[in-house]
T-cell receptor, first 114, second 117 residues
Framework: AQRVTQPEKLLSVFKGAPVELKCNYS??????LFWYVQYSRQRLQLLLR??SRESIKGFTADLNKGETSFHLKKPFAQEEDSAMYYCALNRTNAGGTSYGKLTFGQGTILTVHP | NAGVTQTPKFQVLKTGQSMTLQCAQDMNHNSMYWYRQDPGMGLRLIYY???????DKGEVPNGYNVSRLNKREFSLRLESAAPSQTSVYFC????????????????FGDGTRLSIL
């Protein structure tokens, strides 16, 4: 069975410091990994996905299949980055088609202090 | 566009009561989902509907039923509420969740905070 683990429930950093939110997964097939974010009083929304190799709001995440990790990084944290962050995995079969069901990690609350 | 709309936003029930959580999306999405969010547990999938007319169990389906009324609407029913079902419930939709290399994001509603006494 697939599993997503976010080892840190809470993470606090100061403004301008680097931040890394950890995500590890277990899945024997070909995974798709995502980061979702929920800002205060806003809806849960997609932040980024591994296949797009994009940087959103200064955040990047690289899929490391050897370490089965998809850590979220930002070199200089901002106060507006304070939020709940979820790592999520979408299973695909050997042919690359999606099962369409996301497995979420437990979430990490990031607080960026001024 | 409202995106995904959930009603009600808050509800308090007594053990044994029943209720239906409503969800509607206006994005013409094919796939819809119901999750529950509990502290320390993240989001867990209750049921999903890959397309109109189909539903399937997720990770934690016990105690729940769903209906995909049409392409827009996907309801979640608690037949006999239990305190263990106290949670925040999220509905989500995506253009197409299955059958292809799916990179489409899931769009979430605001959630329903449900307390069962």
């Amino acid at each position: 069975a697939q599993r997503v683990t976010q080892p840190e429930k809470l993470l606090s950093v100061f403004k301008g410091a680097p931040v890394e939110l950890k995500c590890n997964y277990s899945y024997s097939g070909s995974p798709e990994l995502f980061w979702y974010v929920q800002y205060s009083r806003q809806r849960l929304q997609l932040l980024l996905r591994h296949i797009s190799r994009e940087s959103i709001k200064g955040f990047t995440a690289d899929l490391n299949k050897g370490e089965t990790s998809f850590h979220l990084k930002k070199p200089f944290a901002q106060e507006e980055d304070s939020a709940m962050y979820y790592c999520a995995l979408n299973r695909t079969n050997a042919g690359g088609t999606s099962y369409g069901k996301l497995t979420f990690g437990q979430g990490t609350i990031l607080t960026v202090h001024p | 566009n409202a995106g995904v709309t959930q009603t009600p936003k808050f509800q308090v029930l007594k053990t044994g009561q029943s209720m239906t959580l409503q969800c509607a999306q206006d994005m013409n999405h094919n796939s819809m989902y119901w999750y529950r969010q509990d502290p320390g547990m993240g989001l867990r999938l209750i049921y999903y509907s890959a397309s109109e007319g189909t539903t399937d169990k997720g990770e934690v389906p016990n105690g729940y039923n769903v209906s995909r009324l049409n392409k827009r609407e996907f309801s979640l029913r608690l037949e006999s509420a239990a305190p263990s079902q106290t949670s925040v419930y999220f509905c989500a939709s995506t253009e197409r969740g299955t059958g292809q290399r799916s990179n489409q994001p899931q769009h979430f509603g605001d959630g329903t905070r449900l307390s069962i006494l």
